[in-house]
C-alpha cells in the first residue's frame, strides 16, 4: 500500500526547520500588516504571538496524525475515511494547494509590475518563473530542500533591513497594550494566520524525511523563527506608520525599506523586490511537488506528466488575473479557504483521525 | 532481401605469426631480420621506432650471439629482463609488438615466440608548474610520461596502501589510464564509480585527460568542471590523503580529481601553504572576484537601462557625465566591450607569448582609450569591464576561468530584458543548476547543501591545521580521522 522512499531521496531532519520557515516567509511578508493592523489596530503584535502559538498546536496536531500513520496526507484521509472519500477530500485539498501557488505567483508578479516594471507583461515572467519551477521539482524533492534551504540562507541579509527604520521610529505609538476586546483579536487572527500558512504542505513531505519523528522539534523551531521574525516586523511597523496611515499602504514592508539610504545604493525596496525572486521561488516549488505528488499518489500517474499538467494550468490562471480587482478577489476567496483549512479543517481531521484510531484498536 | 544487409563471413585469414610479420612488414619502420652466424640461428623483429636501439645491441643481442639455444626457454634464462614473454597468443603478441616489444624466433616459422619489452621512454624533463604556479611550495609539475607521474606521487606517499589500477582506453589510442586511491581511507564507492565509468568509455582515441573528464563528467552539459585537473603532484598527494580519487593518462600532464565540491575550486594548493589567516583572506578575495566578475556588468546594464533611480546623486553625475555622449545603449556598449576583452583574450591565447605580450598592450591601452574617445564606451565602463576580466584570472583551476568567462553572457542578456529581476532569474537558475550537480555521485554544492557546518572548515575559510583533523565529509571516506585532535591540541599550562 505505501510505497518505501528509497534512502537517498531523504532530507535530514534539520532540514524541516527550513521546508516550515521558508513555506511561511513569503509574498505575505510584504503585506501582512495592514490586515491585522486593521482589526487589532497598535496591538497588532500580540495577535502575531497567540498565531504563532495556535499555529504551534496545529504542527503538533499534524505530526501526532503522520507519526501515527507513518504516509503523508493521502494516507491519513485514506485510513481515516475510506479510500473514495479520502482521496476526494485529498483531491480538494490540492486543488486548495493549486490555488494558493497561483496567488502567490500572481501576487509576486503584481509587485514587480507595481514597484519596478508597470509595463512588464506578466505571461513571459510567469513563463520563466514556472519554468525555472519545473527545473527544481523534476530534480526531485532534495532539490526542492536544496532551494528552500538556499532561500533562507542568501536573502537573510535582509533582516538587518527591518531594523533600520527604528531610528524613525516612534516606539509610544504602541501604547496602551491591550486595548482591543477579545473579539478583536480573534478576528485579526483570521489576518495573520493566512501570512503563517505554508506549515501544512509537511502532510505531504512527511515522508521524505529522515527519521521523521525526530524532525517535530526542528519544524516548531522553524514556526519560531517565523514567529519571532514577524514580531519584530510588525513592531517596527507598529512603530513606524502612523496607523491612520497604515491603513493606505498595501505594501508596508517595502514602503518601510524606502527610507533605507546606503552609501551607493537608493531606492532599497528595488532591491528588496529583487531579492524577494528568490524568497518566493521555493513556496512555488514545494506547492507544486506537493500538488504533483499527491495527484500521483491518487492517481498513480507519472509526477513529470502531472507536474507540466498542473504548471500549464496555473499559467493560464495567471494569465486570466488581469488587474488588481481580481486578483484581489481571487486572493481573499483562496485566503478564505487558507483560514477554514488551517484552524478549521486540520483540527477536525486530527480529531477524527485519532476517534478512528481508537476505533480500530477495540474493534 | 536480408541476406544482403548481413555481414559476409570474414575470410579465412591466415591467422598465423608469419602472416602477422608480412602484415608488420608493410609499414617501412619495421624491422624483421634473420641471424644465420650466430651459434643458433635466429629471428629478431620489431617496430625501430618504438623499441629503444640501445637495449636492443647493449642487452639482447649480445646474448642471444653468445651461446647456442635449443629452445626458447633457454633464452629466456639467459636475457637479463624480468619481463620475458613466451606465448603463442596472436593477440598479445600484436599489443606487445605495438607497445614496443622485440620479437624473437628460432624458426621463422614458428608459432611460439619470445617477447622482450624494450620500449623506448622519451618524457620531457620534470619541470616548473605553469599554470598552477606558486612562490611557495614544490615546484614539480607532471609530465606527459605515465611513469614519471605515478613516481612523482609515489614519491610524497610511500606507502602500500596507495593502489594504481590500470585500464587501457581508446580503440585507437591504447592510452594507459592509472586511476590511484589509498586503500583504507578512500570510500570504496568513489573508486568503483570511476573505475565503472571508465570500463564503460565508448571512445577511440584519448589524446589527454581532459578528455576523460568529458567523457566521464556527471552531466556532460554543465558549463562547470566535475572533475578538477591539477599539474601539480603536491596537490595530487593531498587530495589522495584527503580520500579522493585521482586518474593518470598516458600522455597527459594533468591529473584529474573527484569526487569535488564546488569550493574546491577556489581553493589554490598554494593556501596550506601558508598562514591559515592569509589563506582564508586570499580564498574570500577570489570568492568575491568571480560573483563581481560575473554580476558587475550586468548590473550596470540593469542600472542604466532601468533602475537609475537606485543610484545616490552625487554617483550619478559620475555616470551621466561619463555617458553623456555616448550613442548606444548600454547592453551594446557592454557587449562590444566584452567581445573586445574576449578578443584580445583569445588572440593572446593562440599567438606565441612574446607576440601575445604585445598583442595584451596594444588591445588593453590603445583599443581602450580610442573607444573612450571615440565615443563609443564610458570609461566607467571600460574600467568595470577590465576589472571583470581581470578577477576572472583569480580562479585557481584554469577551467573555471572559462566558465566565468561564458557566465557573464546570459546574465547581460537577462539584465537588459528585466534588470535586476533578470539577474535574479539567471542567478535562480545558476543555483538550480548547482544544487543538480554532482561529482562521481557526491553533491557539488556542499557544503553550503546539504549543509555541513563541519566541512567548512576548508571551504569559504581554510582554518589552522589544528582544526583540519577530520577528512571533508563529502568524500565520506572510510576513514575519518587524519590525526588526533585531543594530541595535537594539548594545551600546556604556563611554564610547565
Given at each position: 500500500?505505501?510505497?518505501?522512499?528509497?534512502?537517498?531521496?531523504?532530507?535530514?531532519?534539520?532540514?524541516?526547520?527550513?521546508?516550515?520557515?521558508?513555506?511561511?516567509?513569503?509574498?505575505?511578508?510584504?503585506?501582512?500588516?495592514?490586515?491585522?493592523?486593521?482589526?487589532?489596530?497598535?496591538?497588532?503584535?500580540?495577535?502575531?504571538?497567540?498565531?504563532?502559538?495556535?499555529?504551534?498546536?496545529?504542527?503538533?496536531?499534524?505530526?501526532?496524525?503522520?507519526?501515527?500513520?507513518?504516509?503523508?496526507?493521502?494516507?491519513?484521509?485514506?485510513?481515516?475515511?475510506?479510500?473514495?472519500?479520502?482521496?476526494?477530500?485529498?483531491?480538494?485539498?490540492?486543488?486548495?494547494?493549486?490555488?494558493?501557488?497561483?496567488?502567490?505567483?500572481?501576487?509576486?508578479?503584481?509587485?514587480?509590475?507595481?514597484?519596478?516594471?508597470?509595463?512588464?507583461?506578466?505571461?513571459?515572467?510567469?513563463?520563466?518563473?514556472?519554468?525555472?519551477?519545473?527545473?527544481?521539482?523534476?530534480?526531485?524533492?532534495?532539490?526542492?530542500?536544496?532551494?528552500?534551504?538556499?532561500?533562507?540562507?542568501?536573502?537573510?541579509?535582509?533582516?538587518?533591513?527591518?531594523?533600520?527604520?527604528?531610528?524613525?521610529?516612534?516606539?509610544?505609538?504602541?501604547?496602551?497594550?491591550?486595548?482591543?476586546?477579545?473579539?478583536?483579536?480573534?478576528?485579526?487572527?483570521?489576518?495573520?494566520?493566512?501570512?503563517?500558512?505554508?506549515?501544512?504542505?509537511?502532510?505531504?513531505?512527511?515522508?521524505?524525511?529522515?527519521?521523521?519523528?525526530?524532525?517535530?522539534?526542528?519544524?516548531?523551531?522553524?514556526?519560531?523563527?517565523?514567529?519571532?521574525?514577524?514580531?519584530?516586523?510588525?513592531?517596527?511597523?507598529?512603530?513606524?506608520?502612523?496607523?491612520?496611515?497604515?491603513?493606505?499602504?498595501?505594501?508596508?514592508?517595502?514602503?518601510?525599506?524606502?527610507?533605507?539610504?546606503?552609501?551607493?545604493?537608493?531606492?532599497?525596496?528595488?532591491?528588496?523586490?529583487?531579492?524577494?525572486?528568490?524568497?518566493?521561488?521555493?513556496?512555488?516549488?514545494?506547492?507544486?511537488?506537493?500538488?504533483?505528488?499527491?495527484?500521483?499518489?491518487?492517481?498513480?500517474?507519472?509526477?513529470?506528466?502531472?507536474?507540466?499538467?498542473?504548471?500549464?494550468?496555473?499559467?493560464?490562471?495567471?494569465?486570466?488575473?488581469?488587474?488588481?480587482?481580481?486578483?484581489?478577489?481571487?486572493?481573499?476567496?483562496?485566503?478564505?479557504?487558507?483560514?477554514?483549512?488551517?484552524?478549521?479543517?486540520?483540527?477536525?481531521?486530527?480529531?477524527?483521525?485519532?476517534?478512528?484510531?481508537?476505533?480500530?484498536?477495540?474493534? | 532481401?536480408?541476406?544482403?544487409?548481413?555481414?559476409?563471413?570474414?575470410?579465412?585469414?591466415?591467422?598465423?605469426?608469419?602472416?602477422?610479420?608480412?602484415?608488420?612488414?608493410?609499414?617501412?619502420?619495421?624491422?624483421?631480420?634473420?641471424?644465420?652466424?650466430?651459434?643458433?640461428?635466429?629471428?629478431?623483429?620489431?617496430?625501430?621506432?618504438?623499441?629503444?636501439?640501445?637495449?636492443?645491441?647493449?642487452?639482447?643481442?649480445?646474448?642471444?650471439?653468445?651461446?647456442?639455444?635449443?629452445?626458447?626457454?633457454?633464452?629466456?634464462?639467459?636475457?637479463?629482463?624480468?619481463?620475458?614473454?613466451?606465448?603463442?597468443?596472436?593477440?598479445?603478441?600484436?599489443?606487445?609488438?605495438?607497445?614496443?616489444?622485440?620479437?624473437?624466433?628460432?624458426?621463422?616459422?614458428?608459432?611460439?615466440?619470445?617477447?622482450?619489452?624494450?620500449?623506448?621512454?622519451?618524457?620531457?624533463?620534470?619541470?616548473?608548474?605553469?599554470?598552477?604556479?606558486?612562490?611557495?611550495?614544490?615546484?614539480?609539475?607532471?609530465?606527459?610520461?605515465?611513469?614519471?607521474?605515478?613516481?612523482?606521487?609515489?614519491?610524497?606517499?610511500?606507502?602500500?596502501?596507495?593502489?594504481?589500477?590500470?585500464?587501457?582506453?581508446?580503440?585507437?589510442?591504447?592510452?594507459?589510464?592509472?586511476?590511484?586511491?589509498?586503500?583504507?581511507?578512500?570510500?570504496?564507492?568513489?573508486?568503483?564509480?570511476?573505475?565503472?565509468?571508465?570500463?564503460?568509455?565508448?571512445?577511440?582515441?584519448?589524446?589527454?585527460?581532459?578528455?576523460?573528464?568529458?567523457?566521464?563528467?556527471?552531466?556532460?552539459?554543465?558549463?562547470?568542471?566535475?572533475?578538477?585537473?591539477?599539474?601539480?603532484?603536491?596537490?595530487?598527494?593531498?587530495?589522495?590523503?584527503?580520500?579522493?580519487?585521482?586518474?593518470?593518462?598516458?600522455?597527459?600532464?594533468?591529473?584529474?580529481?573527484?569526487?569535488?565540491?564546488?569550493?574546491?575550486?577556489?581553493?589554490?594548493?598554494?593556501?596550506?601553504?601558508?598562514?591559515?589567516?592569509?589563506?582564508?583572506?586570499?580564498?574570500?578575495?577570489?570568492?568575491?572576484?568571480?560573483?563581481?566578475?560575473?554580476?558587475?556588468?550586468?548590473?550596470?546594464?540593469?542600472?542604466?537601462?532601468?533602475?537609475?533611480?537606485?543610484?545616490?546623486?552625487?554617483?550619478?553625475?559620475?555616470?551621466?557625465?561619463?555617458?553623456?555622449?555616448?550613442?548606444?545603449?548600454?547592453?551594446?556598449?557592454?557587449?562590444i566591450l566584452e567581445l573586445t576583452i574576449e578578443l584580445l583574450r583569445e588572440a593572446g591565447?593562440?599567438?606565441?607569448?612574446?607576440?601575445?605580450?604585445t598583442i595584451g598592450i596594444v588591445g588593453g591601452i590603445v583599443i581602450g582609450t580610442a573607444a573612450v574617445d571615440a565615443?563609443l564606451t564610458?570609461n566607467?565602463l571600460l574600467?568595470?569591464i577590465a576589472?571583470?576580466a581581470?578577477?576572472?584570472?583569480?580562479?585557481?583551476?584554469?577551467?573555471?576561468?572559462?566558465?566565468?568567462?561564458?557566465?557573464?553572457?546570459?546574465?547581460?542578456?537577462?539584465?537588459?530584458?528585466?534588470?535586476?529581476?533578470?539577474?535574479?532569474?539567471?542567478?535562480?537558475?545558476?543555483?538550480?543548476?548547482?544544487?543538480?550537480?554532482?561529482?562521481?555521485?557526491?553533491?557539488?554544492?556542499?557544503?553550503?547543501?546539504?549543509?555541513?557546518?563541519?566541512?567548512?572548515?576548508?571551504?569559504?575559510?581554510?582554518?589552522?591545521?589544528?582544526?583540519?583533523?577530520?577528512?571533508?565529509?563529502?568524500?565520506?571516506?572510510?576513514?575519518?580521522?587524519?590525526?588526533?585532535?585531543?594530541?595535537?591540541?594539548?594545551?600546556?599550562?604556563?611554564?610547565?
Amino acid at each position: 500500500m505505501k510505497s518505501v522512499i528509497k534512502d537517498q531521496f531523504l532530507v535530514s531532519p534539520f532540514l524541516v526547520l527550513f521546508l516550515i520557515h521558508g513555506m511561511q516567509y513569503g509574498v505575505g511578508v510584504l503585506s501582512f500588516q495592514r490586515d491585522i493592523a486593521k482589526v487589532a489596530g497598535h496591538d497588532a503584535w500580540i495577535s502575531i504571538l497567540i498565531t504563532g502559538i495556535l499555529v504551534h498546536i496545529i504542527i503538533w496536531m499534524m505530526y501526532s496524525m503522520l507519526n501515527k500513520t507513518k504516509g503523508d496526507l493521502i494516507t491519513i484521509h485514506q485510513q481515516t475515511f475510506g479510500k473514495w472519500i479520502g482521496n476526494l477530500l485529498s483531491l480538494l485539498f490540492i486543488l486548495y494547494v493549486l490555488a494558493e501557488s497561483t496567488t502567490v505567483l500572481r501576487s509576486y508578479i503584481e509587485i514587480v509590475q507595481v514597484w519596478m516594471f508597470p509595463l512588464l507583461k506578466t505571461w513571459p515572467f510567469a513563463l520563466v518563473l514556472l519554468l525555472s519551477v519545473y527545473y527544481v521539482v523534476s530534480s526531485g524533492f532534495r532539490i526542492v530542500t536544496g532551494v528552500c534551504f538556499l532561500a533562507v540562507v542568501l536573502p537573510s541579509y535582509l533582516i538587518f533591513t527591518y531594523v533600520v527604520p527604528i531610528e524613525f521610529s516612534t516606539f509610544r505609538n504602541l501604547l496602551p497594550v491591550f486595548d482591543h476586546s477579545i473579539l478583536e483579536m480573534a478576528q485579526s487572527i483570521k489576518g495573520s494566520i493566512l501570512s503563517f500558512s505554508g506549515f501544512e504542505y509537511l502532510l505531504f513531505y512527511y515522508p521524505f524525511i529522515k527519521q521523521p519523528e525526530s524532525s517535530q522539534k526542528w519544524a516548531h523551531f522553524g514556526n519560531l523563527v517565523t514567529t519571532l521574525l514577524y514580531l519584530l516586523i510588525m513592531i517596527v511597523t507598529l512603530a513606524f506608520f502612523d496607523q491612520a496611515y497604515l491603513q493606505k499602504v498595501i505594501w508596508p514592508t517595502l514602503m518601510m525599506w524606502k527610507i533605507i539610504e546606503l552609501p551607493f545604493v537608493e531606492r532599497f525596496e528595488i532591491i528588496g523586490v529583487t531579492s524577494w525572486a528568490v524568497v518566493m521561488l521555493p513556496i512555488i516549488c514545494l506547492m507544486f511537488w506537493s500538488a504533483s505528488r499527491g495527484i500521483k499518489e491518487i492517481f498513480k500517474l507519472k509526477q513529470r506528466s502531472v507536474l507540466v499538467f498542473l504548471l500549464l494550468l496555473s499559467f493560464i490562471v495567471c494569465c486570466l488575473l488581469i488587474d488588481r480587482e481580481t486578483i484581489q478577489q481571487y486572493n481573499t476567496f483562496v485566503a478564505e479557504i487558507g483560514f477554514y483549512l488551517l484552524l478549521g479543517y486540520i483540527p477536525f481531521l486530527f480529531i477524527c483521525c485519532h476517534i478512528r484510531f481508537k476505533m480500530r484498536e477495540k474493534g | 532481401m536480408k541476406m544482403w544487409f548481413r555481414k559476409q563471413p570474414p575470410e579465412q585469414q591466415e591467422n598465423n605469426l608469419v602472416a602477422l610479420i608480412n602484415m608488420y612488414k608493410q609499414s617501412g619502420d619495421f624491422v624483421h631480420f634473420h641471424h644465420p652466424q650466430s651459434p643458433q640461428p635466429y629471428w629478431v623483429s620489431y617496430f625501430g621506432t618504438l623499441i629503444d636501439v640501445e637495449i636492443l645491441h647493449r642487452d639482447i643481442l649480445p646474448f642471444l650471439n653468445k651461446t647456442a639455444f635449443t629452445s626458447l626457454d633457454g633464452v629466456k634464462a639467459a636475457l637479463p629482463f624480468e619481463d620475458v614473454l613466451i606465448t603463442s597468443d596472436l593477440q598479445k603478441i600484436q599489443d606487445d609488438i605495438l607497445q614496443g616489444s622485440v620479437l624473437i624466433q628460432l624458426d621463422v616459422k614458428d608459432a611460439t615466440c619470445l617477447l622482450v619489452r624494450a620500449e623506448m621512454k622519451k618524457a620531457r624533463e620534470v619541470t616548473i608548474p605553469e599554470e598552477e604556479y606558486s612562490v611557495v611550495g614544490p615546484k614539480e609539475a607532471f609530465v606527459e610520461s605515465i611513469t614519471t607521474n605515478l613516481n612523482l606521487v609515489r614519491k610524497r606517499l610511500p606507502i602500500s596502501e596507495l593502489k594504481v589500477k590500470e585500464f587501457t582506453i581508446g580503440t585507437l589510442s591504447k592510452t594507459k589510464v592509472a586511476v590511484l586511491y589509498i586503500d583504507g581511507i578512500t570510500n570504496e564507492e568513489n573508486v568503483n564509480t570511476v573505475c565503472q565509468r571508465l570500463s564503460d568509455l565508448q571512445f577511440n582515441q584519448i589524446l589527454d585527460s581532459s578528455i576523460i573528464a568529458q567523457l566521464i563528467a556527471d552531466n556532460g552539459h554543465s558549463l562547470f568542471p566535475q572533475l578538477i585537473d591539477t599539474e601539480r603532484p603536491d596537490r595530487v598527494a593531498g587530495v589522495l590523503a584527503e580520500g579522493s580519487v585521482v586518474i593518470l593518462a598516458e600522455g597527459s600532464s594533468h591529473a584529474l580529481i573527484g569526487p569535488i565540491s564546488a569550493m574546491e575550486l577556489f581553493n589554490a594548493f598554494e593556501d596550506y601553504y601558508v598562514n591559515w589567516q592569509t589563506a582564508t583572506a586570499l580564498r574570500l578575495i577570489r570568492i568575491f572576484a568571480v560573483s563581481f566578475s560575473i554580476l558587475v556588468t550586468p548590473i550596470y546594464v540593469a542600472v542604466l537601462t532601468y533602475h537609475y533611480q537606485l543610484i545616490p546623486k552625487d554617483l550619478m553625475v559620475t555616470l551621466v557625465s561619463s555617458r553623456r555622449n555616448i550613442p548606444l545603449p548600454p547592453i551594446l556598449e557592454a557587449i562590444i566591450l566584452e567581445l573586445t576583452i574576449e578578443l584580445l583574450r583569445e588572440a593572446g591565447a593562440r599567438l606565441p607569448s612574446k607576440v601575445g605580450q604585445t598583442i595584451g598592450i596594444v588591445g588593453g591601452i590603445v583599443i581602450g582609450t580610442a573607444a573612450v574617445d571615440a565615443g563609443l564606451t564610458s570609461n566607467v565602463l571600460l574600467i568595470i569591464i577590465a576589472l571583470a576580466a581581470l578577477a576572472s584570472f583569480t580562479t585557481p583551476v584554469y577551467r573555471m576561468g572559462n566558465t566565468i568567462r561564458l557566465l557573464r553572457f546570459p546574465f547581460l542578456l537577462l539584465a537588459d530584458l528585466w534588470g535586476l529581476l533578470g539577474i535574479a532569474v539567471a542567478f535562480i537558475f545558476l543555483i538550480i543548476h548547482l544544487l543538480n550537480l554532482t561529482s562521481l555521485g557526491r553533491p557539488y554544492l556542499e557544503p553550503i547543501y546539504p549543509p555541513r557546518l563541519k566541512d567548512f572548515k576548508d571551504s569559504f575559510i581554510r582554518f589552522p591545521f589544528s582544526f583540519q583533523s577530520k577528512r571533508p565529509g563529502y568524500l565520506q571516506t572510510k576513514d575519518q580521522i587524519r590525526f588526533s585532535k585531543k594530541k595535537a591540541s594539548e594545551v600546556h599550562d604556563i611554564d610547565e
